[in-house]
């Protein structure tokens, strides 16, 4: 908040770039490892040179968020390729430094870590959840590429979260809440915990900026008491060690702010009501010594039961380790300690990027992730979307919908994405439906396996497929998971039946016919088939022929149908001319009718044919409600629902009298529709985040949602996308359940 009332003061100091880059410098020449600071700073030419002209929204050289990017890479701990594409992550998107150029001045590795970069850059987000979805995927898919494109891309969020006061309103929130559910998800499954409680409390800020002033100015009102409770425990726990001779440094600190605010909501506080800001660490030198601090702490404290564990000898998927427990001081107040090994403690704070630099400490050569780790890395990153750590709601809610499903790779890498207890059946029909229909085996990591196998994250999958399969068998259907799979598997027994029923069947009438002196030929006539078909209610003779062949027409009905039929042709051709003619007259008649019944945007208008239609915005109609329309001066039919307000006071109008007229929704209607709703509620901090996580996880395509104050009454206005009236009844009913919701309203009534 500052920071724009800075922004407003013409003379305040932008950073420069080459300051900033001395001072990187002089950083990566004091880390441990050598780096070749020639060809970093060649990065950082190339970067200036691309970059030149361009500014960011504060008006600083653009070449200063990628300095930035590059300084928070290096405070993850990456290597120098890291680096080097941190410098450039933004030039192939941005300026007209190519691939080949990268790749020729700094090898292949770093231009493809770039490229990755742009890649992930240019995945659109919009808070619909199959997309958000598909750029998940795409991030993993990235990932099992290369994992630095994921570090340099949460590196890059994060300056661009530091730096968002300078952004439209619109903007903030929009990139927060993608923070929210993606970045910060994938820094914690990532192990990056100063990471993700960065990315979480920047997006807070402009999620719900009076949330969380609310914590900040409340955390404030409250440091002194605070600090001198951390002073307290803090000196007691050193004190207790000195005595016992255990070499160990304790951090106490403040929860961050997201994780305060998550409480408050879960369990309905003020901050008042919440004890546990406090967190204590303890890191020590040995294994042994965390336990021995354990029991220190029990024997100085109450401990709380049931919150003590044990990450050490079960670490987390993500590699966390370190022993938890609460305990209670002598005021009352419970807090909680962490004691950890300083190895442990770093990779609890830089995760996956902290394990990065001990495995190129291990053989200095090795830059990449070898083709094993690939694979060990993203299945334990998506055993970890499952993990359950229940003081995550936000997180949670995502994770859930990952839960859902299994990622598998082909043989070829390919992530794809299954439904939970998917089988290689599903697998092969995600494939593709001829390598579904053609499986005649399966085998999952080198391993055969039954059709039915349960595939798990990480499988690689391979099928084998022969010519002359027999085909999907019946049982297929119960194995298969996917709607997809399923659906497939019975168009393939439709369509194969069809073929052999209509074979059948027109078998079984020739041979009927011919008992009767008949050859198929002679009645295979079209001017002939018509009527008895028509008569029989069927499109197409092979229908008929189906029909016999499953025995929904008997043969000798049809026979003597086509024979009588025969008989009358015969006998009077004039009649037959005479029939040709009303047959035509009643083939146009048809074509009009279906021709004039073609819907417009899923409307169809009686008695007019490809007339403009639109939807009234007074009431905005979706499929399904009962809808009327008005014939406009020159814009065509309006359509609104048959409650709206404008409607039932118009259709009185005698001038207004005939401009009515009826319509109704097509039957199968593809599109979505706009509709809007104002919701009324007592306001409190996080309604509207709650709402937006509501509308989320329902899948509901928000347009937009304006939430206006009213004196301690909120009143929100939502549009969104909606398929029909039940789907938007479904999501009213489900924003009624939101506590301090008063009313949900469709407009118009
Ligand atoms: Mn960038």
């Not at 919440?274 to 965390?290: G, N, S």
């Not at 370190?322 to 190895?343: A, D, K, N």
Request: net charge negative; hydrophobic share 35%.
């Amino acid at each position: 908040m500052e920071e724009t009332m800075e922004n407003q003061v013409p003379e305040r100091k932008l950073p420069d770039p080459d300051e900033m880059y001395t001072r990187l410098e002089a950083r990566l020449s004091g880390i441990g490892h050598p780096m070749d600071l020639k060809r970093i700073r060649a990065a950082y030419e190339l970067a200036k040179r691309g970059h030149e002209g361009q500014k960011r929204k504060d008006g600083s050289p653009y070449l200063t968020h990628c300095v930035a990017t590059a300084e928070i890479a290096v405070d993850f701990g990456l290597d120098e390729d890291s680096i080097v594409a941190a410098l450039l992550h933004d030039t192939i998107e941005d300026t007209d430094i190519t691939h080949d150029e990268i790749e020729r001045q700094f090898g292949a590795a770093v231009a493809d870590i770039v490229d990755g970069v742009t890649k992930l850059t240019r995945v659109q987000y919009t808070s619909k959840e199959d997309e958000q979805m598909e750029n998940l995927r795409k991030m993993l898919m990235a990932m099992a590429k290369d994992i630095r494109v994921i570090l340099i891309k949460i590196a890059d969020r994060l300056h661009n979260m530091r730096t968002m006061a300078y952004q439209s309103p619109e903007k903030q929130r929009s990139k927060s809440l993608e923070t929210m559910e993606i970045y910060a998800p994938l820094a914690h499954r990532l192990g990056m915990q100063r990471a993700k409680w960065e990315l979480e409390d920047l997006s807070l800020q402009y999620l719900d900026p009076d949330g969380y002033r609310e914590i900040t100015s409340s955390l404030e009102q409250k440091m002194p008491q605070l600090e001198a409770f951390m002073d307290s425990v803090k000196r007691k726990i050193q004190q207790r060690l000195d005595e016992e001779g255990i070499h160990a440094s304790i951090f106490s600190r403040i929860k961050h702010v997201y994780s305060i605010y998550r409480k408050m909501y879960a369990q309905k506080l003020n901050l008042d009501g919440i004890f546990d800001l406090c967190a204590f660490r303890v890191i020590v030198d040995t294994i042994p010594d965390c336990y021995n601090v354990l029991g220190i702490i029990h024997d100085m404290f109450k401990p709380v039961p049931g919150r003590f564990k044990d990450y050490i000898s079960t670490p987390k998927p993500n590699m966390y380790q370190s022993v938890h427990t609460t305990v209670i001081g002598t005021e009352g107040i419970p807090f909680e300690v962490q004691t950890r090994t300083w190895e442990m403690h770093h990779t609890a704070e830089y995760g996956i990027a902290a394990h990065w630099k001990y495995k190129m400490g291990d053989n200095g050569a090795s830059l990449r992730v070898g083709d094993e780790d690939k694979f060990a890395w993203v299945r334990r990153l998506l055993e970890s979307q499952q993990e359950s750590d229940a003081q995550d709601f936000f997180h949670n809610l995502k994770i859930d919908m990952f839960a859902d499903e299994v990622f598998v790779f082909s043989p070829k890498g390919d992530v794809i994405n299954l439904p939970a207890g998917a089988t290689p059946i599903d697998f092969a029909y995600s494939i593709h439906s001829d390598v579904g229909n053609h499986m005649v085996g399966a085998s999952v990591n080198g391993r055969i396996v039954t059709f039915d196998y349960v595939l798990q994250n990480g499988d690689i999958v391979e099928i084998r497929t022969s010519k002359s399969a027999p085909g999907p068998s019946r049982d297929w259907l119960n194995v298969a998971q996917s709607g997809s799979a399923r659906t497939k598997i019975k168009q393939w027994f439709k369509k194969e039946r069809r073929d052999e029923n209509i074979e059948r069947g027109r078998a079984m009438l020739a041979d009927e016919l011919r008992h009767n002196g008949v050859a198929l030929e002679e009645v295979l006539d079209e001017e002939l088939m018509a009527p008895v078909l028509k008569r029989l209610c069927f499109n197409s003779p092979e229908d008929m022929f189906a029909a016999i062949g499953y025995g929904g027409l008997t043969a000798v009905r049809a026979a003597n149908r086509l024979k009588d039929e025969l008989a009358r042709s015969a006998k009077d051709e004039k009649k037959t001319a005479l029939d040709k003619v009303s047959q035509a007259a009643e083939r146009r008649e048809q074509q009009a009718a279906r021709r004039e019944s073609k819907p417009i945007q899923g409307i169809l208008v009686q008695g007019l044919d490809n007339c403009l239609v639109k939807f009234s915005r007074c009431c905005t109609p979706v499929p399904g409600d009962p809808v009327v329309g008005f014939i406009t001066r020159g814009q065509g039919v309006s359509i609104h629902r048959q409650d709206c307000e404008n409607y039932i006071h118009r259709s009185q109008d005698p001038a207004e009298e005939g401009r009515w007229i009826k319509v109704s929704w097509a039957d199968e209607i593809s599109e979505r529709y706009n509709t809007s709703l104002m919701l009324f509620a007592q306001d409190r901090s996080g309604l509207v985040m709650d709402i937006a996580t509501v509308l989320n996880s329902l899948n509901a395509k928000v347009r937009t949602l304006n939430a206006r104050d009213n004196g301690g009454n909120a009143q929100i206005y939502i549009t969104l996308e909606v398929q029909n009236v039940q789907e938007l009844y479904f999501i009213i009913g489900k924003l009624n359940q939101i506590s301090g919701v008063t009313e949900v309203t469709r407009n118009g009534q």
